[in-house]
């Protein structure tokens, strides 16, 4: 009996260990990461490339006019009138809602920088009916083009100045080869960002 009684302390202590571990990785990522989403209409062959269209002018502005991760919250109404501007020039008639929160998130790998699966702080883009297939990026620090591919060399010092140095050797390890302890605290927080988080969303005023 004391024995298994040892057994569960000790396993508890390292499960509490494994969950303040996640939850300060995770935190420190979402706080210093904005994503972009954005969802089509339907999976239209004509909506899915409105969506894209709709991706690109919103990227090309927000690569303009951010140099702090805090200014990407302000724009929810530019962002909205960018997308309708766009809808419209398509001759759509849709309506575009805009959304500020925390969203979880797949496990998604852009070049170098692999981000584990967990609530990331994101805008989210919903275009008529919402319910094509989506889009999602790294908005902040922007780590993609207008053509939604990666720029990984140009975000990455971003990325080290601001993330800790445990978050950030986490997300780029895999690119240097290296399987251990990296990879297994990797593969913790994943689990992690699978379980826990539930979203928190703020729409634009129009």
């Given at each position: 009996m004391k024995k298994l009684f040892t057994l569960t302390l000790a396993g508890l202590v390292v499960f509490l260990f494994l969950v303040g571990y996640s939850t300060k990785v995770n935190s420190d990522?979402?706080?210093?990461?904005?994503?972009?989403?954005?969802?089509?209409?339907?999976?239209?062959v004509d909506d899915q490339t409105l969506k894209l269209k709709v991706r690109d002018a919103i990227l090309a502005h927000s690569q303009k006019e951010f140099t702090k991760k805090d200014e990407v919250s302000t724009q929810l109404d530019i962002y909205k009138e960018i997308a309708e501007k766009v809808i419209r020039e398509n001759g759509y008639d849709y309506k575009a809602e805009v959304e500020y929160g925390n969203f979880s998130f797949p496990t998604k790998e852009y070049e170098n920088i692999r981000l584990p699966a967990g609530n990331y702080d994101a805008v989210r883009v919903k275009i008529g009916k919402a319910e094509g297939k989506n889009w999602w990026c790294v908005m902040f620090p922007p780590l993609c083009f207008v053509d939604g591919t990666?720029?990984?060399?140009?975000a990455e010092e971003k990325l080290r100045s601001t993330l800790d140095k445990e978050s950030y050797d986490i997300i780029t390890a895999h690119s240097k080869g290296e399987n251990s302890p990296f990879e297994i605290r990797f593969k913790i927080l994943e689990v992690y960002g699978k379980l826990s988080g539930k979203d928190k969303v703020y729409t634009a005023s129009k």
């Open positions: 990522l979402s706080q210093n990461i904005v994503r972009l989403h954005v969802i089509a209409n339907s999976d239209s990666a720029k990984t060399a140009q």
